[in-house]
């Protein structure tokens, strides 16, 4: 899967049939979905913890690190669509309401 040519349905899909294949949807429920986000985040930001803000971006240059990286906001990514998938949320349409609120809160100036 690439972003150029994956849509967001394809990769829901994808996360939900894999979650499906082990077994992991029939008990979800939302409070144990949001409560591995926010784990996931946290180990996200865990990478970043003991850098200076100058050093964050040298992360990409540590092979290893970076491959962490990766791991970490493709969990966070995640756990956002079974989250989106559990409620029923359209993620894009989400995001295009949201964005729509910023406009109007925080107009260009």
Known sequence: MEDKITTLSEVK??????????GWRKDQNAKDLVMALTVEASELAEIFMWLHSDEADSVREDEGEF???KEEVADVFWYLCRICE????????AVESKAGKNAVKYPVK
Do not use: T, V
């Open 67 to 69: 491959e962490h990286l």
């Open 86 to 93: 559990h409620f029923g949320i359209d993620l894009s349409a």
């Open 13 to 22: 899909k994808y996360i939900q049939d894999f979650s499906d294949a082990r």
